[in-house]
């Protein structure tokens, strides 16, 4: 893996953008996306479904999201965040479980429009009950 810090130095992209370009999904920009649920998406590695990142102008990269597809009747890899995140989900129907290293694990079910956010550095693995591909998009 790549210094991204150091690398930064010496180009005009942050450590960020770097890292968003190692993650092999498309990236949209701009002031606006009509509509999130018709953008592409591409196979990520890391999640296990598929992305893209919308980098909004005027956000000053503080405020970006990311679109997931979770594949019908399957899950999303495990992830954990030390940042805050904001789920909105566009499509389907689901559940999320969020737990902590030692902790219990709680069962959050979700359907098109709920929006939550898990606690920060916790656990939170994505199911989708649906039998067809849903997408969530994530801040």
């Not at 130095?9 to 606006?32: H, M, N, T, V």
């Not at 890391?46 to 899950?75: S, W, Y």
């Not at 979700?110 to 898990?118: A, H, M, T, V």
Request: with cysteine; hydrophobic share 35%.
């Amino acid at each position: 893996m790549q210094d991204l810090s150091t690398k930064s130095a010496y180009e005009l992209k942050s450590p960020y953008a770097f890292w968003q370009d190692g993650e092999g999904i498309p990236a949209y920009g701009g002031y606006w996306i009509e509509d999130v649920r018709t953008v592409g998406l591409s196979d990520w590695q890391r999640t296990g479904g598929r992305g893209a990142f919308v980098n909004l102008n005027g956000a000053g990269m503080n405020c970006d999201a990311h679109i997931n597809e979770i594949p019908a009747k399957q899950q999303l890899k495990a992830e954990r965040h030390l940042y805050e995140e904001i789920i909105f989900i566009l499509s389907g129907q689901g559940a999320t479980v969020i737990w902590n290293d030692g902790g219990p694990k709680h069962t959050l079910e979700w359907q098109e429009g709920s929006l939550f956010s898990p606690p920060l550095n916790a656990w939170h693995q994505h199911f989708n009950a649906d039998a067809a591909n849903q997408r969530a998009s994530s801040r």
